[in-house]
Nanobody, 126 residues
Framework: QVQLVESGGGLVQAGGSLRLSCAAS????????MGWFRQAPGKEREFVAA????????DYADSVKGRFTISRDNAKNTVYLQMNSLKPEDTAVYYC???????????????????WGQGTQVTVSS
């Protein structure tokens, strides 16, 4: 089992940047594919980005491609989401998630993930 704790959210002006971190407990972090999802008020949780257990494969939602970068440091049991050129429509609660996988898997749907963090609020003002 793994526990996830997100940090790094906050209030930023449009065009600004934030870096989210997700720290994982447990000694088998490197066996998990990791994902970032977000949920805005009144909307469904949506996929943002995912990274394979090795970091060798990544996937992004079209809405963030070219602006967001997912990465991981298995030695630190941490996954990151670097968010640049933020837009007001990026405002949401951001969640990290983990699932045990093999190969280059980067799941895009929330129900494929087994573990979730508590979320961190990102607010982008216009």
């Amino acid at each position: 089992q793994v526990q996830l704790v997100e940090s790094g959210g906050g209030l930023v002006q449009a065009g600004g940047s934030l870096r989210l971190s997700c720290a994982a407990s447990g000694r088998t972090f490197s066996r998990y594919a990791m994902g970032w999802f977000r949920q805005a008020p009144g909307k469904e949780r949506e996929f943002v980005a995912a990274i394979s257990w090795s970091g060798g494969s990544t996937d992004y939602a079209d809405s963030v491609k070219g602006r967001f970068t997912i990465s991981r440091d298995n030695a630190k049991n941490t996954v990151y989401l670097q968010m640049n050129s933020l837009k007001p429509e990026d405002t949401a609660v951001y969640y990290c998630a983990a699932v045990t996988t093999t190969g280059w898997s980067t799941p895009r749907t929330w129900f494929e993930y087994s573990y979730w963090g508590q979320g961190t609020q990102v607010t982008v003002s216009s």
